[in-house]
């Protein structure tokens, strides 16, 4: 009689245990594109654009303001730094005051807590007419 009260007691253990084990603890949260998480980050890597492909750095300095840094396409041994305001709109971010980053919405592909892909006049059948901004975190 001991031996079952024991073996009843031990399967219990197991099956609480086991049940207390599939707890989703896995899911990290998602990262919100808003201007509150985007505010004092610093994003660094590389536009495909009809009129310029290279390397970017880019500074949220606000939440609705920022600093865009890239290499002139036409003088390789300067850099372009240009400051722009932005405004987020469900998946879209509208850049202003920027000609790297052109005023119309550029749809948000994917975010993490520290990766960003926009691409930019998704409407036009033409790919190469389309713009694509891979960035990743680097603060």
Do not use: H
């Not at 603890?25 to 985007?38: A, I, K």
């Not at 879209?92 to 975010?111: A, D, G, H, R, V």
């Amino acid at each position: 009689m001991k031996t079952i009260s024991l073996y009843g007691t031990l399967m219990l253990f197991l099956c609480v245990f086991s049940f207390y084990s599939c707890k989703d603890d896995d899911q990290t949260p998602q990262f919100e594109f808003t201007p509150e998480s985007l505010n004092q980050t610093v994003w660094k890597g590389n536009i495909a654009d009809p009129t310029y492909n290279g390397e970017v750095g880019i500074n949220f300095e606000t939440k609705d303001a920022g600093v865009i840094n890239c290499v002139d396409p036409e003088n390789p041994e300067y850099t372009i730094v240009e400051g722009f305001t932005y405004e987020i709109k469900g998946k879209y971010i509208y850049f202003k005051n920027s000609i790297i980053l052109k005023s119309q919405p550029w749809s948000l592909i994917e975010i993490s807590k520290n990766q960003m892909i926009l691409k930019y006049n998704l409407v036009d059948i033409k790919p190469q007419y389309q713009s694509t901004l891979e960035l990743t975190r680097i603060d």
